[in-house]
DNA sequence: TATAGTTGTGTAAACGCTTACACGGTAAAC
DNA sequence: GTTTACCGTGTAAGCGTTTACACAACTATA
């Protein structure tokens, strides 16, 4: 069934070389090779009859000739699960930038949150010879980290912390951030707390946040029922639509703790739509202060995550590891609780 | 006993290559490749061998020495201005998942709106053979696109529309769209507008917006005064501080029109501050539509940007190219003005 | 039966670079 | 004036693939 047609074969030119490089200037590839490197290396009158013949000539180097020869591809890749949510992109971001300055390229790919595509994407990097390769969450099955154990190439996962960690790892515990968000709205008098959260069956780190929400709630001799928590894609109308469905049972909750800002930012809207007063009816929490959670009406109580930092770490490891300094594998960042207008005491019945 | 370990050079260990598996199999590395390409090339028997080699190894090909051979990376380059703008960290990820679900994969660099910068990373990516490019824009020096010439790969400017366009672009004309916003603007009475904008200088789609806003007034017998014109950085606070500027200088404008959506959030953020009704005492307009738009409160009035839809028809353009199918190299998509709560009629004095 | 295709496989020459090694020349040490 | 060291350079063997070409073994055709 497959119709195989003939893609037209694209030029096959040759470019220009190495050794027409050398040839032009009367050298050989050798010196050609140390000049690109390293200009001193080469004798003075050398070194202005290459430079001279890279101009004339428009020389650009070829890495992968390069990348085998010195087994070095100097790039370095990254697999997220998407770049729709700030989080990532803004690491990314950050992450990039500290790799070029240190000569790295970035290759990028999304996992969709979906683990096999993420596992088949690390393996074209592995394929691409990656140096070194970024993470996010550590959730992924043995034959993955099998994978980059053979690879023997340096990784980090992100958004992770614990000084347990068998892997690398850059960033909190989302478990005591969120249990220490509780504690503190449990403190507010808060009783009746709704969950908005995004599902945790795919995503390590929502599973934490959840374990802690729950350990912080028993502490204090409450529970988490389960027609409490309203899972949700993340977008600002699932959000909202989470609430609703919230809302819809039982008892009204006086606080709901969202997974993330976006989450929380679509809460807000639906319980403007429904003349429900935040904080004052109803105190609402988000997770990773993006930039819009100050400009939303009312400001968006948060926990500030250092999205840069964590991009900026990531880089900072592997370029060590790279180098072959020693540097800490285990990464701790710092979190911070933003409390905005949108979060209250518990209104007192 | 004499461990004689030399820390500091990479391990140079041979990885398994395809001469090992065709050492396996008992079959020649040719046979391998072709096994490698199109298992349907080679005789059943063979194949099974192959495949079992393949999978006793481990082996992983490495693209560097495919790249070397056939000339081809299966990568290719993407260069945006920033991933802190949602607009462009959507069509980044959508060029990537088309690209992915082709074979390729993304390289990716910032260039922080630095000309000068982006001009190197392009470089570098050349370097890394990519086999096609992606750019944001048009305005670089000729050497640029002599660069991309002489390299003779396709490549494609985005966020630019034009059917004169010298080099293969995607995206929609600025000029025309702010121009149909203003003349909307001035249809629903306002005289005296401000605007809000980035910096000229650096980047053609802000200079394409503002001589659009300057041929509607002008259309309609209005000018553009300088003192109207606020430049500004893309971030909320420094919008609200345009606004501030503008509003110390001569007459209130009763309606502010704003290079995007973020320094719009700040303008209207601003004006709560100031008391200042919107839309009743000032009527305000984005651009782009981000996610926060409709969240803002008033919702934000603003013109749809399609991001994904750019990221999308700029991988299908390139893709198009590399596979030698014939399309059309200046694609223009469409925009949506989105008039919402935020934007009202001139108020009568 | 002779001839011409077809198919599956192997051989070996690239692809563009790095780098171990060799070597001649000059400078430093004796 | 040797010897020793070092420096700058060239030679050539890879690095891991692809692919043009050759060839043997079939199959189809006349």
Known sequence: MAVKHRVSRRSRSRSVGISDVAAAAGVSTASVSR??????????????????AIKEL????????????????????????TLENAIFSRQVMTFQQNLRDAGYTLLLATSEYDP????????????????ALMLVGQKRGSEFYEMLERASIPFITTWIYSKNSIHPCCGFSHETAMKRV????????????????GF???????????????????????ELMRDKIAYSEYTFDAGGEALARLLEKGERPTAIVCGNDILAAGVLTE??????????????????????????????STVRTPKAEIGEAAATYLLNSLEGRKTESRIEVDIKFCWRDSFGRASKK
Chains 1, 2 share one sequence.
């Open 35 to 52: 000049f690109m490197h390293d200009p001193m290396r080469v004798s003075p009158k050398l070194r202005d009859r290459v430079e001279a």
């Open 58 to 81: 428009n020389y650009i180097p070829h890495r992968a000739g390069r990348a085998l020869a010195s087994r070095q591809s100097l790039i370095v890749g990254a697999i997220v699960p």
């Open 116 to 131: 096999e595509l993420e596992f088949r994407q690390a393996r074209v990097m592995l394929e691409h010879g990656v140096d």
């Open 182 to 197: 509780v504690d503190y709205v449990v403190e507010l008098g808060h009783r009746n707390i709704g969950v908005v959260t």
């Open 200 to 222: 945790a069956n795919v995503n390590d780190r929502v599973a934490a946040r959840l374990k802690g929400i729950r350990k912080a709630l028993k502490e204090h001799g409450l």
């Open 271 to 300: 319980a403007r739509k429904r003349n429900i007063k935040v904080p004052e009816e109803l105190s609402v929490m988000g997770f990773g202060d993006l930039d819009i959670a100050a400009q939303l009406d009312p400001p968006l």
